[in-house]
């Protein structure tokens, strides 16, 4: 008698073992099921690219998925345990002439599981628009000076929108500065000059044409007059691979030398820490890059400020916190990042987020320049560029 029961045993133990397999699966599989839809929505909101981010109630959900983000197969029996796969996928910005093909992978997934703090939502108002294509805010004189790229021209613009124009620029203009005594200087892309402007007249302040490897982009000048320069590294508009690049050092008295190499599309610039450190946009590899700054100019100690995880940091402003406002230009925002990459504010366009800069009456208004069309309509040359602002006081 004992031994028939004993003999039964096993066999009741594996229907029960089964049983309890199968609910097993069937929780881890839920469980794994709303960690993989966190991932995705998560995915998502952060990395949607632009025009369709901001049309994704329109959008049919479970087909979005199948086209965009990792696909998901979960598989679960009664004995076997559950197996996730997750297939990843090569997704391209929509932005291919700036940006560059980005692949969603392991390092990403980690943060799915971390507590996300919530980032602090800013809406803008709309200052002036019109424009071609607005790049390099800087709020001086109690204005905004800013390059219209494609336009050609440099404007100033004031609080409540009104507009003059300084002067043309001859082959683009871009970044801008201003020296020790308020002379302004402004970039010419493709002529690889700085150029100074005095009373509305253009004059030669630096010629890198021999020295930068493509176009200058945007520049930072600090208190004494030196003028960081960046440069694209290669023929952007012509099709040619990324390649690195220097970021060259304009000195007062007219001496260039390099002052970091190994850049990859080096964008906007800033000067913070009392002057002890720069901060300069690497947009196509997603990154801020830090560097120590000695008193004679050099840089040194080269680290990474933040890495913006997929977004693309075009022109860039710092508060008075240290923290650093970029206009990712492949994702439509404005971010606010502090050192070691947590964003804690954003502002979002339908669009592209070019640059930005703080200014007004106590440097707490975020001016920010944005491109609200798509690419075809910035090659036609449409005047679809404005400038927005956002009050930042606590």
């Not at 592209?352 to 440097?363: F, M, P, R």
Request: a neutral charge; one cysteine or more; hydrophobic letters at 35%.
């Amino acid at each position: 008698m004992g031994r028939k029961q004993q003999d039964s045993c096993p066999e009741e133990r594996k229907v029960s073992e089964a049983r309890a397999g199968c609910r097993m699966a069937n929780a881890t599989a839920e469980r794994s099921t709303q960690m993989v839809s966190a991932a995705l929505r998560y995915s998502v909101i952060a990395y949607l690219p632009r025009h369709a981010r901001l049309t994704q109630h329109v959008l049919n959900y479970k087909n979005f998925l199948s086209e965009r983000v990792p696909r998901v197969t979960i598989r679960a029996t009664c004995i076997q345990s559950v197996q996730l796969t997750v297939r990843q996928q090569k997704r391209t910005r929509p932005d291919a002439d700036r940006g560059r093909t980005l692949i969603k992978g392991d390092n990403q997934s980690r943060h799915f599981h971390q507590k996300r703090i919530p980032m602090k939502e800013h809406q803008a108002t709309l200052v002036a628009d019109g424009f071609v294509f607005l790049e390099a805010p800087r709020w001086h004189d109690n204005r905004l000076w800013t390059s219209d790229v494609f336009d050609l021209k440099l404007y100033t613009v004031t609080d409540d929108g009104k507009r003059s124009v300084v002067c043309n620029v001859p082959g683009r203009p871009a970044g801008i500065g201003f020296l020790p005594d308020n002379t302004p200087l402004v970039v010419s892309c493709a002529e690889k000059k700085l150029m100074k402007v005095s009373d509305g007249t253009l004059s030669v302040y630096a010629d890198l044409s021999d020295i930068a490897a493509g176009d200058l982009n945007d520049l930072v000048v600090d208190d004494v007059g030196r003028a960081y320069v960046g440069n694209f590294g290669y023929d952007l508009f012509g099709g040619a691979p990324i390649e690195v690049t220097d970021m060259h050092l304009v000195e007062p008295d007219g001496t260039i030398r390099v002052a970091a190499s190994g850049l990859e599309f080096p964008n906007g610039a800033v000067i913070v820490d009392c002057g002890r450190t720069l901060v300069v946009a690497e947009t196509w590899c997603g990154k801020l890059t830090a560097y120590d700054r000695a008193a004679n100019g050099d840089l040194s100690n080269r680290r990474v400020f933040a890495d913006l995880r997929g977004r693309q940091p075009d022109g860039i402003c710092a508060d008075k916190h240290g923290a650093i406002w970029a206009g990712c230009y492949n994702t439509g925002e404005f971010v606010r990042v502090l050192e070691g990459g947590e964003i804690t504010d954003r502002i979002e366009f339908d669009g592209n987020a070019v640059s930005c800069t703080l200014g007004g009456k106590n440097e707490d208004t975020l001016y920010c320049c944005v491109y609200l069309g798509t690419d075809a309509q910035l090659r036609a040359r449409e005047r679809r560029s404005a400038i927005y602002k956002t009050e930042l006081a606590a």
